[in-house]
């Protein structure tokens, strides 16, 4: 069974500090990896990740895959009371006619003034 | 341009009533997906829905639960007898093709349905 695992479950942090969150991931037809952050609404996306070894970045955030490992780290520096919400990881699995998300349950970070 | 627009936000149902939840894309996009975000769990798949076409329905409920995409007007996700499990957020994306390496699909807002 495909399967996303995310870690930790939950995080409390104060401000300026820097987080790292864990994915790591078991699936079939692998296509790419997706991270969104979720404020109590849509999910809104951050990254997606389809080669080893790049890292994304946008702002104080970055990302980097693993396919040999078959994990993703997601990075936010010097953290704000604003990056505060659900943060969820995602694979892309499927075939050429056909694509869905496989998510994660999800890190919730908290972040302290 | 709208994002992806789901109504109700909101909706209480008694136990065995229907659930007409609705979807409309962004302007252009004419794939759909829908997803269910249980209590304290991340969001699972349900279906994937071209124009008219059912694409990949492996994981909808076998029974109670329908979905459609029609040539005009928004996607419907339709559960019938509702129960009180069936409550959650239901959420809905849209893409302009097929999700894929370098096409991103944007969500909506969800609709919360609460069975009472």
């Known amino acids: 069974e495909d399967k996303v695992v995310q870690s930790p479950l939950s995080l409390v942090v104060h401000e300026g500090d820097t987080v790292t969150l864990n994915c790591s991931y078991e699936?079939?037809?692998?296509?790419?990896l997706l991270w969104y952050k979720q404020e109590k609404k849509a999910p809104t996306f951050l990254f997606m990740l389809t080669s080893s070894g790049i890292e994304k970045k946008s702002g104080r955030l970055s990302s980097i895959l693993d396919k040999k490992e078959l994990f993703s780290i997601l990075n936010i520096t010097a953290t704000q009371t604003g990056d505060s919400a659900v943060y969820l990881c995602a694979v892309l699995i499927g075939s050429s006619n056909t694509g869905k998300l496989i998510f994660g349950q999800g890190t919730t970070l908290q972040v302290k003034p | 341009n709208a994002g992806v627009m789901q109504n109700p936000r909101h909706l209480v149902r008694r136990r065995g009533q229907e659930a007409r939840l609705r979807c409309s894309p962004m302007k252009g996009h004419s794939h759909v997906y829908w997803y269910r975000q249980l209590p304290e769990e991340g969001l699972k798949f349900m279906v994937y829905?071209?124009?008219?076409?059912?694409?990949?329905e492996s994981g909808m409920p076998k029974e109670r639960f329908s979905a459609e995409f029609p040539k005009e007007g928004p996607s419907i996700l339709r559960i019938q007898q509702v129960v009180r499990g069936d409550s959650a957020a239901y959420f809905c994306a849209s893409s302009p093709y097929m999700w894929g390496v370098n096409t991103e699909a944007f969500f909506g807002q969800g609709t919360r349905l609460t069975v009472v």
């Open positions: 699936v079939t037809n692998f296509r790419s």
């Open positions: 829905l071209q124009k008219e076409n059912i694409i990949d």
